[in-house]
């Protein structure tokens, strides 16, 4: 037990050396040159690093910006925080061992489907794994169930969320990437087909929608016809820097100098916020340059486990991966996606429902990705309106899961990624009732 913790705590939820190790298997299964294994392995591992890096950077201005949004426009109510959540099952509950041994049973029952079924997608993204679990056994403890029941249930319906989750959006993920080599591993997908249903129905129908690849489709962010003098704005992070650079300091203006200044020194509040807002455009940089030498490694290294243990088996990879095809529709995603959280924060409580404040990570990382989404189904106009309903959406589920954590042992809680939170919320509403009534 005490080696299965270990391999669990210190490999399988490190994700760049999960990601490595599983590069390195692809080579020797390969019969790659032993020079070959451990140069693929080490740049499989320094790409995630890099990506990791650039998402660290990324968090660090975001909660800056979290904190000064919150107090500029002096808005209070619940942040999710899956993280939160996880460590209250595990240290208050006592569900530890629970969460590990259901962490390790996902990862095995999606291998399993991935082997046996025509749905070929393994899931890579170790974290949201872990909160997949964490959700799935504080839902199946809240239905009664204990020890073994308990962990076989939610390896099931974790592995089967892994599973299905890539398949749904393929189709849509090889219209952005071009080719059928990657797949999405991130548990905000429910989100992501909402953002892509609405932008199919706001559609404009005169565009041609047989297209291979999203650069192709003429009414794309990417194709925007900017005059001579904009053109800069072609370049990516400059229309990064176009954007964050007011929306920080108009934001910090509002909060005023004690919350826009903290951890300032003797810098003003305003260069600091400025500041701020180009070490944004910094992880943006460094996370699309972890992502580049990540795919040129685990691609072809994933094609050994393919052909020997999972044929024809596609890696499902964390969402910075798709950012690179499609950088302008990030950005759009990023923006409509928090001008829909804040009208759900504002909205939903006339509906009696929890005040769900706009998480900026969520936002960019989550709201990104759907506006990758909205982008390629509908253009720029199924980006901008899918991006506004699927900031609702992100702001809705969390704020229905509020009541039903409270009924579980978690006070004014909620989580983020919408998956999860579908999972939890399949276990309270249809799960909980049948076993209690059998």
């Known amino acids: 037990m005490a080696i299965l913790e270990f391999i669990i705590n210190n490999i399988l939820t490190q994700a760049a050396i999960t990601i490595a190790l599983i590069a390195c298997l692809g080579l020797v299964l390969q019969k790659k040159p032993f020079g070959s294994v451990l140069s693929g392995t080490l740049k499989t591992l320094l790409g995630f690093e890099v990506l990791s890096a650039g998402s660290s950077i990324i968090v660090g201005s975001l909660t800056y910006f979290g904190i000064i949004f919150q107090h500029g426009f002096h808005t209070k109510g619940i942040v999710p925080s899956i993280e939160a959540i996880n460590g209250q099952a595990m240290n208050q509950l006592g569900l530890g061992n629970e969460i590990a041994l259901t962490f390790l049973g996902i990862f095995i029952v999606n291998v399993l489907f991935a082997r046996f079924t025509k749905l070929k997608y393994i899931f890579l993204t170790g974290q949201a794994l872990l909160w997949m679990a964490t959700m799935c056994v504080i839902g199946g403890n809240f239905a009664g169930l204990r020890g073994f029941p308990l962990i076989a249930l939610g390896s099931v319906i974790g592995g089967a969320f892994a599973t299905i989750m890539p398949a749904l959006v393929q189709p849509i993920v090889r219209k952005i990437t071009g080719n059928n080599a990657i797949a999405l591993g991130h548990f905000c ?85 400025f500041l701020q807002s180009i ?55 990023f923006i409509t996606t ?18 769900i404040l706009p998480g900026m990570l969520t936002n960019f990382f989550a709201g990104g990705t759907a506006g990758l989404f909205g982008n390629t189904i509908g253009g720029k106009r199924g980006a901008i309106i899918g ?14 899961l509020v009541s039903v954590l409270g009924q579980m042992g978690f006070a004014n809680a909620s989580a983020t990624d919408v998956d999860t939170i579908t999972a939890a919320l399949l276990y309270a509403w249809i799960i909980a009732p049948v076993l209690k009534a059998i």
């Open 338 to 355: 928090t001008v829909g959280t804040v009208i759900g924060m504002f909205l939903f409580p006339w509906f009696g429902l929890a005040v």
């Open 189 to 273: 997908t429910v989100g992501y087909l909402v953002e892509a249903g609405t932008a199919w129905l706001v559609r404009n129908r005169q565009v041609d929608q047989q297209f291979k690849k999203v650069s192709e489709r003429k009414d794309s962010w990417e194709n925007i016809k900017l005059p001579k003098s904009l053109e800069f704005m072609q370049d990516t992070y400059l229309s990064v820097m176009v954007v964050m650079i007011p929306l920080y300091l108009i934001t910090a203006a509002f909060a005023g100098p004690y919350w826009a200044g903290k951890g300032a020194g003797d810098i003003n509040y305003m260069m600091y916020a």
């Open 279 to 333: 070490q944004f455009v910094v992880g943006v940089y460094v996370l699309l340059a972890g992502v580049r030498l990540l795919l040129g490694e685990i691609v072809p290294a994933f094609r050994g486990i393919a052909m020997k243990l999972v044929p024809d088996s596609i890696p499902a990879l964390d969402c910075p991966v798709l950012f690179p095809y499609s950088p302008n529709s990030v950005i759009i995603g």
């Open 387 to 400: 991006g506004v309903v699927h900031g609702l959406f992100i702001t809705l589920l969390p704020a229905l």
